[in-house]
């Protein structure tokens, strides 16, 4: 067998797999993972002889008579996630209130090798993580709550809240193959083989219990993955609504030809931020000790004591602590969609998505297509993003910067970016001294 035929051998399960919430781990301040890992409601090891398929939480189910139509009646949790189930082998994690959680999940090649599936959204899916202290599902329908329940725990039966959105692309993660995806983050995004990871860097969506959690209860997070096949390629983003159940927002959106959900239930024991369980580094309000978990200043995380990572299996993705809704979907189309939060690598090979230029309020960025765009990386690696992730800023410009001639650097682990934009007066701003940070593509200016 030659080396090439090996090599596409290996990678062929990888996309037919499935992904689920394998592990969950608190965050600290500096951006790393800290403590023992806890898991998902009645998780059970891979190769452990269970059918993978069970383990999905996939809506609609394969092999039903009504075909991929989604039912009023289709559960929100798989059986064994209905209700709080855990053992001694894979335990919930106790955190504080307004602990940073990391939700681990391994890509299976949907990220690093995205030709192997058309049409599926640029962005590899949307994942939604909702919120609750209802910690039985077994009467909730994915129809209840996905797309109802909002960030103001008003929407739908009330009794639930949109605590996230995010890219299933998280912009460092990758599965060992020879794609061209894994092969550039392997050399950006180093880690060391450790169990369960093995040399793979599992991807993560990281999102905060609430502050006013209350300590001895149990939380619930419901971590939903909106993976669908489109009615045409190179769609950013999943749009917001369920087939069978509404429609794009705009007309001449494109709209969903298959549909595909994978939802995992994960819950945390809500301690005292000081509770000698949780080790060294205690929940962000204990008011004693210098070692706290990760916390949110206003509408930013302190950025200052991020450390360089030396390991990225252990680290956070510093975007998703500053940015709780990546992933715009309350009240808008797929086409006010913000692509400069969508990791570049994952659409490679494919139609580029559009650049935007420093918006003049970075509260309301303005997502331009370009005239042209150009790109520029070391040799021998593609252009890869570190869209969200703790990377060490260029210490000259600490992050971005724009020049007079309207380009834009992008420092990555390794590797440096550089894309020109022409795309109108938007996009030859003055240059302007000071101190950049960083969000997508975009700039938000610090001074």
Same mark, same amino acid.
């Given at each position: 067998?030659?080396?090439?035929?090996?090599?596409?051998?290996?990678?062929?399960?990888?996309?037919?797999?499935?992904?689920?919430?394998?592990?969950?781990?608190?965050?600290?301040?500096?951006?790393?993972?800290?403590?023992?890992?806890?898991?998902?409601?009645?998780?059970?090891?891979?190769?452990?002889?269970?059918?993978?398929?069970?383990?999905?939480?996939?809506?609609?189910?394969?092999?039903?008579?009504?075909?991929?139509?989604?039912?009023?009646?289709?559960?929100?949790?798989?059986?064994?996630?209905?209700?709080?189930?855990?053992?001694?082998?894979?335990?919930?994690?106790?955190?504080?209130?307004?602990?940073?959680?990391?939700?681990?999940?391994?890509?299976?090649?949907?990220?690093?090798?995205?030709?192997?599936?058309?049409?599926?959204?640029?962005?590899?899916?949307?994942?939604?993580?909702?919120?609750?202290?209802?910690?039985?599902?077994?009467?909730?329908?994915?129809?209840?709550?996905?797309?109802?329940?909002?960030?103001?725990?008003?929407?739908?039966?009330?009794?639930?809240?949109?605590?996230?959105?995010?890219?299933?692309?998280?912009?460092?993660?990758?599965?060992?193959?020879?794609?061209?995806?894994?092969?550039?983050?392997?050399?950006?995004?180093?880690?060391?083989?450790?169990?369960?990871?093995?040399?793979?860097?599992?991807?993560?969506?990281?999102?905060?219990?609430?502050?006013?959690?209350?300590?001895?209860?149990?939380?619930?997070?419901?971590?939903?993955?909106?993976?669908?096949?489109?009615?045409?390629?190179?769609?950013?983003?999943?749009?917001?609504?369920?087939?069978?159940?509404?429609?794009?927002?705009?007309?001449?959106?494109?709209?969903?030809?298959?549909?595909?959900?994978?939802?995992?239930?994960?819950?945390?024991?809500? /301690?005292?931020?000081? !509770? @000698?369980?949780? +080790? *060294?580094?205690?929940?962000?309000?204990? #008011? &004693?000790? =210098? %070692?706290?978990? $990760?916390?949110?200043?206003?509408?930013?995380?302190?950025?200052?004591?991020?450390?360089?990572?030396?390991?990225?299996?252990?680290?956070?993705?510093?975007?998703?602590?500053?940015?709780?809704?990546?992933?715009?979907?309350?009240?808008?189309?797929?086409?006010?969609?913000?692509?400069?939060?969508?990791?570049?690598?994952?659409?490679?090979?494919?139609?580029?998505?559009? /650049?935007?230029?420093? !918006? @003049?309020?970075? +509260? *309301?960025?303005?997502?331009?297509?370009? #005239? &042209?765009? =150009? %790109?520029?990386? $070391?040799?021998?690696?593609?252009?890869?993003?570190?869209?969200?992730?703790?990377?060490?800023?260029?210490?000259?410009?600490?992050?971005?910067?724009?020049?007079?001639?309207?380009?834009?650097?992008?420092?990555?682990?390794?590797?440096?970016?550089?894309?020109?934009?022409?795309?109108?007066?938007?996009?030859?701003?003055?240059?302007?001294?000071?101190?950049?940070?960083?969000?997508?593509?975009?700039?938000?200016?610090?001074?």
């Amino acid at each position: 067998m030659t080396a090439a035929a090996a090599a596409l051998l290996a990678l062929a399960p990888l996309a037919a797999a499935h992904s689920w919430v394998e592990q969950t781990m608190r965050i600290a301040a500096n951006g790393t993972m800290v403590g023992t890992p806890g898991f998902a409601r009645g998780q059970v090891p891979r190769g452990s002889g269970v059918d993978e398929n069970s383990l999905t939480g996939l809506i609609p189910p394969n092999g039903r008579p009504t075909g991929n139509a989604i039912l009023a009646t289709d559960k929100l949790a798989r059986p064994v996630q209905q209700t709080v189930s855990y053992s001694p082998t894979f335990p919930m994690l106790s955190a504080a209130p307004a602990d940073f959680i990391a939700l681990q999940y391994q890509e299976n090649g949907h990220v690093t090798l995205p030709a192997n599936q058309a049409n599926k959204p640029r962005n590899r899916g949307t994942v939604y993580v909702y919120g609750t202290t209802h910690n039985d599902l077994s009467q909730v329908n994915l129809v209840d709550i996905h797309l109802k329940w909002n960030k103001a725990g008003t929407g739908g039966d009330g009794k639930g809240v949109l605590l996230a959105t995010r890219n299933y692309d998280d912009g460092q993660c990758y599965q060992i193959n020879s794609g061209p995806i894994s092969t550039a983050r392997q050399a950006s995004y180093k880690k060391k083989p450790t169990d369960p990871m093995g040399a793979n860097l599992w991807c993560q969506s990281d999102v905060q219990i609430p502050a006013n959690a209350k300590v001895g209860s149990t939380y619930t997070m419901i971590w939903v993955w909106d993976w669908p096949t489109m009615s045409q390629p190179n769609v950013q983003v999943s749009p917001p609504y369920i087939k069978g159940f509404g429609q794009p927002v705009k007309s001449g959106d494109p709209t969903i030809a298959l549909s595909e959900y994978y939802v995992s239930v994960v819950d945390f024991k809500v /301690v005292d931020p000081c !509770a @000698a369980e949780l +080790g *060294a580094v205690k929940g962000p309000t204990c #008011a &004693s000790g =210098s %070692s706290k978990a $990760a916390t949110v200043q206003g509408d930013a995380v302190d950025y200052i004591k991020f450390a360089k990572q030396t390991d990225w299996g252990m680290a956070a993705v510093r975007e998703q602590l500053l940015n709780p809704f990546m992933v715009n979907v309350e009240g808008s189309s797929i086409a006010t969609e913000d692509a400069t939060l969508i990791p570049p690598a994952s659409g490679y090979d494919q139609e580029a998505p559009a /650049v935007a230029a420093p !918006a @003049a309020n970075a +509260g *309301a960025p303005t997502s331009l297509a370009p #005239a &042209s765009t =150009s %790109s520029t990386h $070391a040799a021998g690696a593609l252009p890869t993003s570190d869209l969200g992730s703790p990377y060490e800023v260029d210490p000259a410009t600490e992050g971005l910067r724009l020049t007079n001639g309207g380009v834009v650097t992008q420092y990555v682990p390794q590797t440096t970016v550089t894309v020109t934009v022409t795309a109108g007066a938007a996009a030859t701003a003055p240059s302007k001294k000071g101190r950049w940070l960083r969000r997508g593509l975009r700039m938000v200016d610090l001074d």
